[in-house]
């Protein structure tokens, strides 16, 4: 915390921070309101109830179309399971984007979303026979073996010359948190080095399936690029031959509060296109074409999430969501930036706790954050980079309805999921 942070402000309204924490174009009326693709966010928390997550489609489609102009050669796949809903899979596919799936409904939301079969790929470490029998139904091109015994599995129910790619643990630290490292031995996905010879030989004898690649994904909130530089080399040490696809799967990070920076993409594509010419050149195998599946990188930024202030006490505002619409403090320790907004406030700055609304201890948001010192019930507060893995991992802890989700352009508002209503959870229920 700076001392500008602690003494009064100067002005009632604190500027927003620069470094792409908020959609693009977000700007603060002079009111205090906060409008995201000029439509007021406390028009939208009135209009919708509260908590609601907003996306900024302009913004998510800037940074698919990033991706792609930064790697033209690769094939870029947005990972569907950080925001699993239909107009987004619909944007990144307009944007020219495929996409990773890795269950029976991620499948479904792309075929709803008119996403073909043949722009998709399916992954997982333990898909079911119904995820397999959905993605095959909807012709989804490429499935990631995951395991050794998956390989008969889905022979037995996929057509001649269904394509597969293996799933590798690299053996890449990417450095984040436990929880979402994923490419080194001793955590549950893909296959180790040794055994993928074995692999290779079953995908090679079972007349249905072709193998087209090797796959990793080292984890995710990875902001090193040499992780990914790392771990093209690995991979193509790896190839049992020539192989026409290498995906690197995603995990590139995104800034949720002020000072973090956004993932580094240039950087990434020329460290990456280096790499693979050269580890190429040097065994001798052509180069393959090159799959990425970034998730929160293209929508984590695009989102933010509205609460409504329910109760304050010294050094706490809780509001009417939390760990049911947000999990991520709870699971990775995570931290955000919540901002006052609908109103312009000269109070002074505190030190304050944003906490939710459920029965745990852990369930907050923020620590330390600036919010000013007379935040008072009814306040609308927007939390920024909510935009992955937020309604993707929602739950209905404390039978508390999930959140609308609406998307936001050119002064326009569109309704994309609506709120969910006790009489859904209670129908579920047959007493
Ligand atoms: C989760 C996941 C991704 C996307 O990760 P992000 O951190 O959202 O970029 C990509 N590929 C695979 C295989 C994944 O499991």
């Not at 950080?82 to 792309?110: F, H, I, K, N, Q």
């Not at 280096?274 to 190429?280: S, T, Y």
């Amino acid at each position: 915390m700076t001392l500008a942070e602690i003494l009064p402000s100067l002005g009632a309204l604190d500027p927003l921070p620069r470094g792409g924490l908020w959609p693009e174009g977000t700007r603060v009326g002079p009111d205090g309101d906060l409008l995201v693709g000029g439509v007021s966010m406390s028009g939208v928390a009135a209009r919708f109830g509260t908590p609601c997550h907003v996306l900024d489609e302009p913004h998510a489609r800037a940074r698919a179309r990033e991706f792609r102009a930064a790697l033209p050669e690769a094939e870029v796949l947005f990972a569907g399971k950080s925001s699993p809903v239909r107009a987004v899979y619909r944007w990144m596919a307009e944007e020219g984007l495929s996409l990773d799936v890795c269950s029976a409904g991620e499948v479904e939301v792309a075929r709803a979303a008119g996403v073909p079969g043949a722009r998709v790929l399916l992954h997982g470490n333990a898909k079911t026979d119904d995820d397999l029998k959905a993605a095959l139904a909807h012709g989804v091109r490429r499935i990631v073996v995951d395991s050794p015994a998956e390989v008969d599995t889905l022979g037995a129910l996929c057509p001649a010359g269904q394509e597969v790619l293996i799933r590798v643990i690299p053996g890449v630290d990417a450095r984040t948190h436990r929880a979402i490292t994923t490419g080194v031995s001793g955590q549950k996905f893909g296959v180790a080095p040794e055994a993928l010879p074995a692999v290779v030989d079953r995908i090679a004898a079972h007349p249905n399936l072709r193998l087209v690649g090797l796959h990793c994904h080292i984890g995710s909130q990875v902001g090193r690029v040499a992780a990914y530089e790392e771990a093209v080399r690995r991979m193509v040490s790896l190839f049992p031959g020539p192989l026409t696809t290498l995906d690197l799967g995603g995990g590139f990070a995104a800034p949720y509060r002020p000072g973090e920076s956004t993932f580094d993409i240039t950087g990434l594509a020329n460290r990456v296109r280096i790499a693979l010419r050269q580890e190429c050149a040097a065994r001798r195998l052509p180069v393959p074409n090159l799959l990425i599946e970034p998730g929160r990188a293209v929508i984590a930024n695009a989102g933010l999430t509205l609460y409504r202030v329910v109760a304050v006490k010294p050094g706490f505002v809780a509001v009417d969501g939390g760990m049911s619409d947000n999990p991520r403090p709870s699971l990775y320790g995570a931290r955000y930036a919540p901002r006052l907004i609908g109103r312009a406030s000269g109070a002074r700055r505190v030190p304050t706790a944003v906490v939710g609304r459920h029965c745990e201890a852990g369930d907050l948001i923020a620590e330390d954050v600036a919010l000013p010192q007379d935040v008072h019930p009814g306040d609308v507060l927007a939390v920024p980079a909510t935009g992955a893995y937020h309604y993707a991992m929602a739950s209905n802890y404390n039978m508390t309805p999930r959140a609308a989700v609406v998307s936001v352009r050119d002064g326009q508002t569109d309704l994309r999921v609506r709120r969910e209503t006790i009489s859904d959870l209670l129908r579920r229920d047959l007493g």
